[in-house]
């Protein structure tokens, strides 16, 4: 009898656990919208623009969302932070799968840290869309979305399930992606061998190694906790 209770229990646990982890990635999307709306609004009150990151003040997409440091595309060099300007909790930014490769990481899931370049992403993408605070071509640690500038907002990524080819295998996930160029940044398949995106456009949705391949925007996926899977463009 425990022999057949044991049986049935492992021929269950696998089903059990999938879909267990389908459920995570429900909750995944619904994260991944609440942060690309809330991006939307952030950039309606800011010019047209969406932070990605800008390394000599230390602000990051998720602390301008979040009220955690400046808010205000404007401001230079805030000092003090906006009372009462938090877009959404910061609890969002923390997929429900997610294992951080940072123990005090400031979010789980990834915003991309490098230029969207290249001739077949401009041409899809826009021309400098992604610019500096000052204007112009936005570098790595000074990079914001000009929204209006973009042509495909809807299948441009804002935020996703990320990690590296370092980070992988350890099943862990890292906070930004590099969408161009030959990185070992890129997205983290985990719920069931799909990666959550939420896109520039509001839009969010699970997506597996044929979809992103699709999407022509991310470089590398991750899978299975393995090295690089596939190059997706």
Request: aromatic fraction near 10%; hydrophobic fraction near 40%.
């Amino acid at each position: 009898m425990i022999a057949i209770i044991t049986i049935l229990a492992a021929m269950l646990l696998p089903a059990l656990n999938s879909a267990r982890e389908n459920a995570r990635g429900i909750s995944c999307v619904n994260q991944l919208k609440q942060i690309t709306l809330a991006a939307n609004q952030y950039e309606t009150d800011n010019d047209g623009m969406i932070l990605s990151i800008h390394n000599a003040i230390s602000m990051r997409m998720s602390y301008a969302l979040t009220g955690t440091r400046f808010t205000k595309y404007s401001d230079p060099a805030p000092t003090t932070l906006e009372v009462g300007s938090a877009y959404l909790p910061h609890k969002v930014f923390f997929c429900p799968s997610a294992n951080p490769a940072i123990a005090d990481a400031t979010m789980t899931y990834a915003y991309p840290w490098k230029n969207y370049s290249g001739d077949e992403r401009v041409a899809m993408l826009g021309e400098n869309f992604m610019m500096s605070s000052t204007g112009g071509v936005g570098a790595w640690n000074d990079s914001y979305f000009h929204v209006k500038m973009m042509k495909n907002p809807s299948n441009t990524p804002l935020v996703l399930d990320g990690t590296t080819i370092t980070y992988a295998p350890k099943g862990q996930n890292y906070y930004n992606f590099e969408p161009s160029g030959k990185s070992s940044y890129g997205a983290n398949c985990l719920h069931n061998g799909k990666a959550g995106i939420g896109f520039v456009a509001g839009n969010a949705q699970l997506s597996n190694l044929s979809a992103l391949k699709k999407s022509n925007t991310i470089q590398y996926a991750f899978i299975d906790h393995a090295s690089v899977s596939t190059a997706v463009y």
